[in-house]
């Protein structure tokens, strides 16, 4: 992925980062590019080397994982003013990517090349906060995204993401193979819990879409510990 165009005035995007110290604004100025990506474009791939610091400013971007079996699990997503976590570990750690990042819309973000990157982290102690408080946010929701696969019943992490995602009409399109990947679970396992709950009257199911029948019973399923 190349920088593509001058970075404009970004940091209001980032109020963390409102009071960065002048130098740091000024050489942020001269090297910080914006980048456009399409939707379905690799931001990054398992293997790659970070090159650059990216923070969003608009669109998604979804960082999951492949297993050598082909099972998927999407990590977490990159909204608007915010950082990847996985970017920034493969930079202080010099490592290659061990996940994927891919634009669910189109993208336009902001790119520090690395270099630059690890200048200013030992220089502006405006910049070295903001990127070791967004670090943190993103280790602890990881951690809590590990506990939930590793501890979390099926069913109550179904009904949540069914409540979590319905539209205004209970209704989700999506396919049983993309909430396996969504939850890190496989299609079959979705599948029979989707059966279940059709059994019990709280979804119907049709080919690409989940009616929520009887969300609030939904609702207090995925609310349980």
Known sequence: MSPTSPAADWTSQFPSLANLEPD???RLGQTAL????????H?????????????VLDGVVRVQMIS?????????????GQTCVLTTACLLGHDPYIAEGITETPVRAIAIPAQVFHDL??????LRDFVFQSYGARITNLMMLVEEVAFGRLDERLARF?????????TLTITHQQLAFEL????????????EFERRDLVKLNRGQITLIDAATLAT???SK
């Open 24 to 26: 740091t604004t000024a």
């Open 34 to 41: 914006t980048v456009n990506l399409a939707q379905g474009q």
């Open 43 to 55: 931001v990054f791939r398992a293997g790659d080397t970070s090159e650059n610091f990216l923070l």
């Open 68 to 80: 050598e079996s082909g099972r998927e699990i999407v990590l977490y997503r990159v909204d608007a």
């Open 121 to 126: 982290l030992g220089r502006s102690t405006v």
């Open 162 to 170: 069914l409540c979590d995602n319905a539209g205004a009409d209970n």
């Open 184 to 195: 890190g679970s496989a299609r079959e396992v979705i599948s029979r819990q989707l059966k």
């Open 221 to 223: 399923m995925g609310q």
